[in-house]
């Protein structure tokens, strides 16, 4: 066994854990397709254990998108 092949399994078996930690979802993030609901989805289906959304609370979005600084 290669000493990578080796690492590799000792990390994946002391963590076994698949972790996302900046992910984001729309409408919030513009940058994003997904909304949060999916992404949730499509983490899980792809072995995610993990998963930390980081959306862009924007002036962009509350103010000029929804016409509101009301962000409560």
Avoid: W
């Avoid at 900046?22 to 940058?31: D, E, I, Q, W």
């Avoid at 949730?40 to 980081?54: D, F, P, Q, R, W």
């Amino acid at each position: 066994m290669r000493i990578q092949d080796e690492l590799k399994s000792k990390l994946l078996e002391a963590y076994p854990y698949k972790t996302e930690i900046h992910a984001h979802t729309k409408p919030v993030s513009t940058c994003s397709d997904v909304v949060s609901e999916d992404a949730v989805k499509l983490y899980k289906e792809n072995g995610y254990s993990t998963l930390t959304i980081a959306n862009h609370f924007t002036f962009d979005y509350f103010y000029k998108r929804i016409g509101t600084r009301d962000v409560k």
